[in-house]
């Protein structure tokens, strides 16, 4: 069965530090970009980062460039978005998902870990 | 403000159809990239409902279909059912913002 499985979430205070990961299960993970799309508290998606098969390219939407950092261990199957100096704006299910290639959809969703930044 | 504009909510009754359109600019619809939506319950993950402007995944029912025109784009969805109640965004990539943007979201009530 293909599927993605987020853990890290959690509750932590303004400026601090999180490190969500995503394990891949059911496809071959090298072949496929991935992203993270995150939903505050009763508001829509937004697209946080994505990066290629190989990290060869990196992108990052403008709410969140300089404090976060997306990586992946292919050989461990696993996504990792490190995210720094979070604010309480920050607050959001984050959800990893598999891209068909940047910008061409995203096929393969995770169900989701929830990170709360407040004091 | 989401780059791309959806209405906020559409309703229909069981078995009628409802479109839901997003309208987007010359950055990202117009500029001539895809257009994918997808269906988001509340505590699940979304689901891709239609990617590259009007092709189904595996799975989908055909009773969901896309299209786009221009800088704008349409989810039309036949034979409403109740389990149909959900959330729809629509998606693209944005050539001046280097994104994937989203739609504010529209929320279907299937009455």
């Known amino acids: 069965e293909v599927q993605l499985v987020e853990s890290g979430g959690g509750l932590v205070q303004p400026g601090g530090s999180l490190r969500l990961s995503c394990a891949a299960s059911?496809?071959?993970?090298?072949?496929?970009?991935m992203s993270w799309v995150r939903q505050a508290p009763g508001m829509g998606l937004e697209w946080v980062s994505y990066i290629s098969s190989s990290s060869r390219a990196t992108y990052y939407a403008d709410s969140v460039r300089g404090r976060f950092t997306l990586s992946r261990d292919n050989a461990k199957n696993s996504l990792y978005l490190q995210m720094n100096s979070l604010r309480d704006e920050d607050t959001a299910v984050y959800y990893c998902?598999?891209?068909?290639?940047f910008g061409g959809g995203m096929d393969v969703w995770g169900q989701g870990t929830t990170v709360t930044v407040s004091s | 403000q989401s780059v791309l504009t959806q209405p906020p909510s559409v309703s229909g009754a069981p078995g009628q159809r409802v479109t839901i359109s997003c309208t987007g600019t010359?950055?990202?619809?117009?500029?001539?990239?895809?257009v994918h939506w997808y269906q988001h319950l509340p505590g699940t993950a979304p689901k891709l409902l239609i990617y590259?402007?009007?092709n189904r995944p595996s799975g989908v029912p055909d009773r969901f279909s896309g299209s786009k025109s221009g800088t704008s784009a349409s989810l039309a969805i036949s034979g409403l059912q109740a389990e149909d109640e959900a959330d729809y965004y629509c998606?693209?990539?944005?050539?001046?913002?280097?994104?994937?943007?989203f739609g504010g979201g529209t929320k279907l009530t299937v009455l």
């Open positions: 059911g496809f071959t993970f090298t072949n496929y970009d």
């Open positions: 998902a598999r891209e068909l290639t």
């Open positions: 010359s950055s990202n619809i117009g500029a001539g990239y895809d």
């Open positions: 590259g402007n009007s």
């Open positions: 998606h693209a990539y944005d050539m001046s913002l280097s994104a994937s943007v």
